[in-house]
């Protein structure tokens, strides 16, 4: 009997081009769950999340209009490791308790869900294949300079932060997973993408 839905984890590392192969994705049909995008939802104005960081932080986190500054968070607080384990702490179990409320509300198709820290945070439990969207270091350095303005030693230290490359690429070990490796024009990732599309829709 033929499933009627397959649930994939896209990852792979900061500024690797996961945004991109998600929309090219979602363009196809697939339906796309994004973590960051939970992520920024759990601590809008008025959420426990963002309630609970005021009481462990107070409101020097907060912007002028009562958002949260994401920014000083990640500059400032994230600089002590107790910091950002307390932060994962509040936020993680609400981000992935809407994910799983988001997947269990999907019963048809392709579900794909970016999870960035699925390797970092064990999350390969939900899913039954990952897509890793794969590139060089330098690339990942390079666009993270000229996405968030900042100098190369600063995008060095993000992505130490995050699991390696070396790390992600042994992710088949726990799900089947292809591929993507983006290091080279938009026109040749979408022919990637677009193949492999072809090849999840074969499945269900």
């Known amino acids: 009997m033929a499933k009627s839905n397959l649930k994939v984890a896209l990852t792979g590392g900061i ?19 994004d973590l960051d995008v939970i992520a920024r939802e759990v601590v809008e104005p008025g959420t426990a999340g963002l309630n609970e960081l005021i009481e462990n932080f107070g409101n020097s986190i907060l912007s002028n209009d009562g958002t949260l500054n994401r920014k000083y968070l ?23 308790h809407k994910m799983k409320a988001a997947m269990d509300a ?21 899913f039954e ?18 996405r968030e303005k900042i100098d190369q030693s600063k995008a060095e230290a993000m992505l130490l932060a995050q699991a390696s ?22 026109t040749d990732l979408k022919e990637k993408v677009d193949e492999l599309s072809q090849k999840l829709f074969s499945l269900i």
């Not at 081009?17 to 769950?33: D, M, Y």
């Not at 392709?110 to 439990?125: D, M, R, S, T």
């Not at 270091?137 to 993270?144: E, S, T, Y």
């Open 74 to 96: 990640r500059d400032e607080l994230f600089k002590k490791g107790r910091n950002r384990a307390l932060i994962e702490q509040v936020l993680h179990p609400k981000i992935l």
């Open 129 to 146: 294949r990952a897509i890793l969207v794969d590139c060089e270091v330098k690339n990942q350095i390079d666009r993270l300079m000229t």
């Open 15 to 33: 500024a690797s081009g996961k945004s991109q192969v998600s929309a090219i994705l979602e363009g196809h049909g697939c339906f796309i769950i």
């Open 106 to 126: 999907c019963t048809q198709g392709i579900v794909i869900v970016v999870v960035p820290l699925l390797v970092e945070k064990n999350l390969w439990q939900p």
């Open 165 to 186: 490359r070396e790390q992600r690429l042994q992710l088949n070990e726990h799900l089947p997973t292809d591929i993507i490796e983006n290091n080279s024009k938009v």
